[in-house]
C-alpha cells in the first residue's frame, strides 16, 4: 500500500480516506459548519476551499468537476448559487478552524470547521478599493505617458523632416551656384578655344604670305 506524502492517513485506503473527505465537505455545505477531529479539519480545509473556487467560476466544466467529489445535486445547487456568491468578494480564506475542547474517551483535539460568510469589513472593502483605483489610476497614467511619448516621437520625427528638407533645399540652392558656375566656365572655355583658333588662324595666313613673298 502506498504511503500518505501528506501525513497519517485518515481512513484505511486512499479509496475510503476521498470518501470520508467528499461526505464532510457535503455536511459542511449543507449546514455550514461541521465538528471533527482537528486533524480532519485540516486535511477537509484545501478540500472545500478548492470546491468553492470552482462554484465561483460557475461554468459547466467546474459543475463537472464539483460532482465528481460532491453527489448531492441539491447541495451543489446550494454550492453553486448561494455560497458561490457569499464567497465572490473574497480571494481566499472561505473555512475557518477553530479548536475546542478535547473529545471525550479518548481525549483527541477537536475542532469546528466553518464556512466564512459574513462580509468584508468597511475597511478592507475600502482597502480592496482602493488597490483596485491605485491599478486603474497607473493603467491610465501609464497610457498617457506612452501618448506623450509618442507625441514627442511625433513632434520630433516632424522636426527632422522640416530640417532635412530645409538641408535640402540649401543643397538644391548650392547645386544650382554650382551649375551656373559650371555653366559660365564652360562658356569661358569656348571663347578661349575660339580665341586661340582664331590665333592659329592668322599665323597660318601670315606664314604663307611670308611665303609667297
Not at 479509496?15 to 449546514?31: D, G, K, P, Q, V
Amino acid at each position: 500500500m502506498p504511503r500518505p506524502k501528506k501525513g497519517p492517513r485518515l481512513a484505511s485506503s486512499p479509496a475510503h480516506e476521498r470518501l470520508m473527505l467528499a461526505n464532510m465537505s457535503t455536511s459542511l455545505f449543507m449546514h455550514g459548519q461541521i465538528t471533527t477531529t482537528l486533524p480532519k479539519a485540516k486535511r477537509l480545509r484545501p478540500v472545500a476551499e478548492r470546491l468553492i473556487t470552482f462554484a465561483k467560476r460557475g461554468d459547466l466544466h467546474s459543475r463537472r468537476r464539483v460532482m465528481r467529489v460532491i453527489r448531492n445535486k441539491s447541495v451543489v445547487h446550494l454550492l453553486f448559487t448561494q455560497i458561490a456568491e457569499q464567497m465572490e468578494q473574497r480571494e481566499g480564506g472561505y473555512t475557518r478552524i477553530t479548536r475546542i475542547a478535547n473529545r471525550h474517551g479518548d481525549n483527541a483535539p477537536q475542532a469546528v470547521i466553518e464556512l466564512v460568510t459574513e462580509p468584508l469589513s468597511a475597511k478592507q472593502s475600502t482597502v480592496k478599493e482602493a488597490e483596485a483605483a491605485t491599478k486603474v489610476a497607473a493603467k491610465d497614467e501609464a497610457a498617457e505617458v506612452d501618448a506623450a511619448v509618442n507625441a514627442a516621437i511625433v513632434e520630433g520625427a516632424g522636426a527632422d523632416a522640416v530640417e532635412q528638407a530645409v538641408e535640402a533645399n540649401d543643397t538644391d540652392t548650392d547645386v544650382e551656384t554650382a551649375n551656373e558656375t559650371a555653366i559660365d566656365l564652360e562658356k569661358d572655355a569656348a571663347a578661349a578655344d575660339s580665341a586661340e583658333a582664331e590665333a592659329e588662324e592668322d599665323a597660318d595666313v601670315a606664314e604663307d604670305a611670308k611665303k609667297a613673298e
